[in-house]
């Protein structure tokens, strides 16, 4: 299996090929950035779930060992880049709790125009869709999303293994939205190993439900004792099954942090009961939660089973599996 920045630099290889406007690299100079092919700049950053997440032990920088297999979901939110004259990054948000600097977006920004001394003003809007503090990676996505839109636009000199130290250093899930798609993701997250794109007829249509509630993963992970850690062999198992396109049960979803999730918060819990109440063979939680997925292989069940839950007033997103380089997903059943 090709490591991730060699499949990284493929990635962007053929996305250049297509058309598809990803960068090349020019010389740097002092004038540089302000030579931009426009001035605003409109991409998406997707969400993803957690189909398995094991929690193989604590780690002696703090951090703990995971092993996760994760898929990009069709749920996405849009980031517009606009060109200033002023000497900063800004941000402008549907959700105004989410302006200011502390942002991954801005971060991820100001992260570029430090590494290459770059001077151009930039404002970001963000229009918000994925849950935030949810589990499905929203803010992690929106800072690779920043880091390969700025590197297009702006035709900056960053190869894939810069992009790949950038975004490790913003966070652990970020180096897996600059490729998306299905991937087995150890480390603390930044190691990634991309999967053919195999998915179950079964499981073509996902329902995420979000309950009315924040988790904080620092305070999950914390909680977490040696009875939660596993050998990572569910995650591995998963990954074999996919590429083998076997058939998955829903017993090889695991989720380490699920029982201690459910424990510490009734209201995911209580949402977890509605699921199944609802009609839906399985439930489960994606990464920290507080968001709980289940599948299924016909629109019409998942819109029974959604509509089902509005009414009681959960909030639900009707998604699919994709990739977003625009790969074909293979299913099989």
Request: glycine residues 6%.
């Amino acid at each position: 299996m090709a490591s991730f920045v060699e499949w990284l630099d493929k990635f962007c290889i053929s996305r250049h090929n297509a058309g598809m406007n990803y960068a090349h690299s020019t010389p740097h100079s002092p004038s540089y950035d302000r030579h931009m092919v426009s001035n605003a700049y409109i991409v998406q950053s997707y969400a993803k779930i957690n189909l398995t997440l094991d929690v193989l032990g604590k780690r002696s920088d703090g951090y703990h060992e995971l092993a996760t297999v994760m898929q990009t979901v069709d749920l996405y939110d849009t980031l517009c880049f606009v060109a200033t004259d002023e000497d900063r990054v800004s941000i402008s948000c549907n959700q105004p709790e989410l302006c200011n600097d502390e942002n991954l977006v801005v971060r991820a920004a100001q992260a570029i125009r430090k590494r290459l001394n770059l001077t151009q003003g930039l404002l970001i809007e963000l229009h918000k869709r994925i849950p935030v503090a949810a589990g499905l990676g929203g803010g992690s996505g929106n800072a690779a999303a920043v880091l390969q839109a700025l590197q297009r636009w702006w035709q900056l000199p960053l190869d894939a293994r810069e992009l790949w130290s950038m975004a490790a250093e913003l966070g652990s899930d970020v180096p897996f939205f600059l490729s998306g798609g299905l991937a087995l993701c150890e480390g603390r997250g930044e190691k990634i190993t991309p999967l053919e794109l195999h998915w179950p007829l079964a499981m073509r249509w996902l329902l995420l439900i979000k309950p009315a509630i924040a988790v904080s993963t620092a305070r999950v992970f914390r909680n977490l004792t040696v009875n939660h850690y596993s050998m990572g062999t569910e995650s591995r198992n998963v990954q074999a099954a996919l590429q083998s396109k076997s058939p998955l049960e829903p017993t090889d979803l695991h989720n380490s942090l699920e029982r201690g999730v459910i424990e510490q918060y009734p209201e995911v819990a209580q949402a977890r009961k509605a699921v199944i109440d609802a009609g839906a063979d399985y439930v489960r939680l994606s990464g920290s939660g507080p968001t709980l997925f289940t599948s299924f292989s016909t629109l019409a069940a998942a819109t029974q089973v959604q509509q089902c839950l509005q009414t009681q007033g959960y909030e639900v997103y009707l998604t699919r599996p994709i990739h977003p380089g625009g790969d074909e997903i293979q299913f099989f059943s």
